[in-house]
Nanobody, 127 residues
Framework: QVQLVESGGGLVQAGGSLRLSCAAS????????MGWFRQAPRREREIVAG????????YYVESVKGRFTISRDNAKNTGYLQMDSLQPEDTGVYYC????????????????????WGRGTQVTVSS
């Protein structure tokens, strides 16, 4: 079993920055793609960004390109999401998740392929 714990959320003004962390425990996730998802109020959960096991491929939803940066430190079994130039529409609960496929060269956007999920961290951006 894998436990994922997100941290780093909070309240920030528009234009500000936050850095989310996702710490994995239980077993290593260094062979798995890691994704960050968010669920805004009254909206379905969507993928925001993802990174393959070796960092070779990244994915960003169009709305965050140029503002968010996903990374991972496999030595620490931890992933990160640096969020800059935050806007009110970025408000939501942010979840990290790990895909079940090992050594994949792609980032799935389908949530069904992600096997383990954290409990989420709230990000609120005020205007």
């Amino acid at each position: 079993q894998v436990q994922l714990v997100e941290s780093g959320g909070g309240l920030v003004q528009a234009g500000g920055s936050l850095r989310l962390s996702c710490a994995a425990s239980g077993r290593t996730v260094i062979r798995n793609t890691m994704g960050w998802f968010r669920q805004a109020p009254r909206r379905e959960r969507e993928i925001v960004a993802g990174v393959t096991w070796n960092g070779g491929t990244t994915y960003y939803v169009e709305s965050v390109k140029g503002r968010f940066t996903i990374s991972r430190d496999n030595a620490k079994n931890t992933g990160y999401l640096q969020m800059d130039s935050l806007q009110p529409e970025d408000t939501g609960v942010y979840y990290c998740a790990v895909d079940r496929t090992l050594f994949s060269s792609r980032v799935p956007v389908n949530q069904d392929t992600y096997e383990y999920w954290g409990r989420g961290t709230q990000v609120t951006v005020s205007s």
